[in-house]
């Protein structure tokens, strides 16, 4: 299981390679799983890809028979897996594949810089290149999907998180870092009027282009356009309607395809929406996108905006923290949470000082004591555009650096015992699936553990 996910990762949009040993034949089936063969081409191909991604991040992984065992015994496993769907009818539709799939092209093309790049990497359109991988991705996806599952069904009682904990050796304790939890309220500052309307007849302009003078709104797009879309002409893929912010996802759902929108604000900036296509409730666009110079936001606005809030929380004790962020922060990240910020890494509420950005951990810095409420300080939001924006902060709790406790990092050690309980069910459960499901090798396989 340990290179399973890699493996697939890496097989992906062709990052393989030619065998590991073009001495040996290319395409001898060395395992069947009910009426699915694996290549040896395979196998060699995922261990070449390993090998190399490994050696571009400067870890070098030497090549040796036992890692070639593991990636045929990660292939069978995937086998199995999509064995076990088929038995519980489990499908990943073509909706959710294509949602997938064209979110792993955006992000390939934003590493590539531009569409153009990626189609010469590949030596294929962007549209050969969904054609040619999209069965792969759905099997992937099929995969993890029957993969937690079975995860979600297991469970960890308080007595087996105690358990866990006795079975370390005191000696072998961690040393936890100091630790906090915090909340934010977040406020974006808005643009300054006549930049906002300079913006705004842009937009209203590029619009008038497409309509009234026969302009292509993807050629505008390239050339005008604000947003992180701008190289794709605009293209915003398959998405939720709940995964747009209101304004968008309201005027484009209200279109017919190819119908172009009015000029639309939301917090990005004004937007020219073009409707590709509606499938279910999800929608395909192109926009342009227009924003407000940084130079031109108004930050004193935004200042004096969270000034107030902290006022009445610090002075009305029928307010809470928590219910003005629910209610006037900006981030909708933290906003729905009631500001509390988690460690983007575990996801955990409390988070180690050393893993607090450089912006966040200044903040902290100045505060003395659990409550306190920080003066209003500019950021770089990593939500929706990473925009310039101002927050408080409260420091909601403290633990200084100490060795690993039941008391204080319960929920820490509460997810490594699960954590660890699910490898073991799984492997037991993957076992007892070899049973049920034909399996046959075609090649000498060693007597090894853990596979």
């Known amino acids: 299981m340990k290179y399973t996910l890699i493996a697939l990762l890496l097989s992906i949009f062709g990052v393989i390679s030619p065998s590991v040993s073009a001495q040996q034949p290319a395409d001898q089936i060395v395992a069947i799983v009910n009426d699915n063969i694996i290549l040896k081409s395979d196998v060699d191909s995922d261990v070449t ?3 190399r991604q490994a050696q571009n991040m400067g870890q070098p992984i030497p090549f040796t028979k036992e890692l070639w065992y593991d990636f045929l015994n990660a292939s069978v496993e995937n086998m199995l897996l999509i064995e076990k769907a088929k038995i519980d009818s489990i499908v990943v539709p073509d909706e959710r594949v294509n949602h997938q799939m064209d979110q792993r092209v955006d992000q390939l093309i934003r590493q590539a810089g531009s569409e153009r790049a990626l189609e010469d990497a590949f030596g294929k359109s962007i549209i050969q290149l969904k054609e040619d991988f999209r069965e792969d991705f759905r099997e992937q996806m099929l995969t993890e999907m029957v993969r937690m599952t079975k995860f979600e069904t297991v469970k960890i009682t308080r007595p087996e998180v105690q358990e866990f904990f006795n079975s370390i050796p005191t000696d072998s304790l961690p040393t936890i870092p100091e630790q906090v939890a915090l909340s934010q309220i977040v406020v974006i500052p808005p643009a ?3 930049a906002r309307d300079a913006a705004f007849k842009f937009a209203q302009t590029l619009r008038d282009s497409i309509l009234n003078h026969s302009k292509n709104l993807e050629d505008l797009a390239r050339k005008h356009s604000d947003g992180p879309s701008a190289p794709r002409g605009g293209l915003l893929p398959l998405m939720g309607l709940n995964e747009l912010v209101s304004e968008y996802s309201a005027a484009a759902s209200a279109l017919q395809p190819g119908q172009i929108s009015e000029v639309v604000e939301t917090s990005f900036g004004f937007h020219v929406i073009e409707l590709i296509r509606r499938v279910g409730d999800q929608i395909e666009t192109r926009h342009i996108l227009i924003t407000v110079d940084s130079n031109e936001l108004d930050d004193d606005y935004a200042r004096e905006r969270l ?6 929380i610090l002075t009305n004790d ?63 939001l990593q939500s929706g555009n990473g925009g310039k924006a101002y927050r408080i902060v409260r420091l909601d709790q403290q633990i200084p650096e100490h060795v690993a406790n039941m008391e204080q990092d319960y929920e820490r050690l509460k997810n490594i015992a699960l954590q660890r309980k699910q490898v073991e069910e799984y492997t037991k459960w993957i076992e007892e699936l070899r049973d049920e499901v034909y399996i046959e090798y075609r090649i000498p396989m060693p007597n090894m553990e853990n596979n």
Do not use: C, H, W
Request: hydrophobic fraction near 40%; avoid cysteine; aromatic fraction near 6%.
């Open 49 to 51: 890809a390993y090998l």
């Open 192 to 194: 300054k009027a006549d």
């Open 307 to 312: 000034v107030e809030i902290r006022d009445s």
């Open 318 to 380: 029928d307010i809470s923290f928590s219910m003005m962020a629910k209610a006037r922060s900006e981030d909708p990240v933290t906003k729905v949470a009631g500001g509390k910020i988690l460690d983007p890494q575990s996801g955990e509420r409390l988070i180690p000082l050393n893993r607090l950005d450089p912006a966040l951990y200044r903040v902290v810095l100045l505060m003395d004591e659990v409550g306190t409420i920080s003066e209003p300080r500019p950021f770089n």
